[in-house]
């Protein structure tokens, strides 16, 4: 039993590694002229949305950096951006329940998980 529980783990280590990666090779090579978006990629790997970002919550958590900026500045508004980064710079944490119970009237779960991801990748890792 633990040693399936062992191997388990290391697929899921080892499949978290490899979106990261492929995340990060498409962040920093610049001779893609237009980066995936998170859709494309969640398609790709065959998860759905709410699958995919916590896979990448998972992914900053651990310490890896990710540059998602691309994709939130290309589909959600900049002030709502800026208003939900400026949250998670004046929290004392980035606990995503505390940041849905302050703003989940005026913002989605899912812009709110996605800017806590870049505020995560900026500040923290």
């Not at 995936?36 to 958590?61: H, N, P, Q, T």
């Not at 998602?68 to 589909?75: E, H, K």
């Amino acid at each position: 039993m633990a040693k399936e529980m062992d191997n388990e783990q290391k697929q899921h280590d080892h499949a978290r590694k490899q979106l990261a990666d492929w995340i990060a090779a498409y962040n920093e090579d610049s001779s893609h002229p237009t980066l995936l978006s998170l859709d494309d990629i969640a398609r790709a790997e065959g998860l759905d949305f709410d699958e995919l970002i916590d896979k990448l919550d998972d992914i900053v958590d651990s310490g890896t950096k990710l540059n998602i900026d691309y994709y939130l500045d290309d589909t959600y508004d900049e002030d709502q951006i800026d208003d939900i980064y400026d949250y998670f710079m004046e929290s004392d944490t980035d606990d995503i329940d505390k940041a849905m119970d302050e703003l989940n009237e005026d913002y989605t779960e899912e812009e709110i998980r996605l800017v806590r991801i870049q505020f995560i990748s900026e500040m923290a890792n």
